[in-house]
């Protein structure tokens, strides 16, 4: 099994739709942009951080495929993302690209750090 892995460290978030502290507008763009990219959403959980409204939110997409997670501190303009994708049956790095360059344009970072790595799994 073959799989990428792709990071993204978002800093100085301008985040015009105020992501980092609507929960739920996170977890529902989340969704709909991993179903966009054409990746299979199995299950979702998002939590907050205190204070009620005003922190930052911690979620995780369960894809067929492997996942999604975000974490917000709106305190610090900063956001991560984490997109996992096996490549089994097929090569699904360009809808995990997608997915990414996806979040990572509606946080209208001011600089973006991204890493990937190829992951094999061998018998």
Same mark, same amino acid.
């Given at each position: ?14 985040? %015009?739709? /105020? ?19 054409? !990746? ?33 501190? %709106? ?11 096996? /490549? ?14 996806? !979040? ?20």
């Amino acid at each position: 099994m073959r799989g990428v892995h792709l990071t993204a460290d978002l800093l100085g978030c301008r985040d %015009p739709a /105020n992501l980092m502290r609507d929960g739920a507008a996170l977890a529902s763009l989340c969704e709909r942009l991993a179903l966009d990219a054409g !990746l299979n959403v199995v299950a979702r959980q998002f939590h907050a951080f205190a204070p009620a409204g005003g922190g930052g939110h911690t979620g995780v997409l369960l894809l067929a495929e492997s996942h999604l997670a975000v974490h917000t501190w %709106p305190e610090l303009r900063s956001v991560t993302l984490d997109v996992f994708v096996c /490549n089994l049956t097929s090569d699904n790095t360009p809808k995990a690209q997608a997915l990414l360059d996806a !979040l990572v344009a509606r946080f209208d970072p001011a600089r973006v750090e991204r890493q990937q790595l190829t992951r094999v799994l061998a018998s």
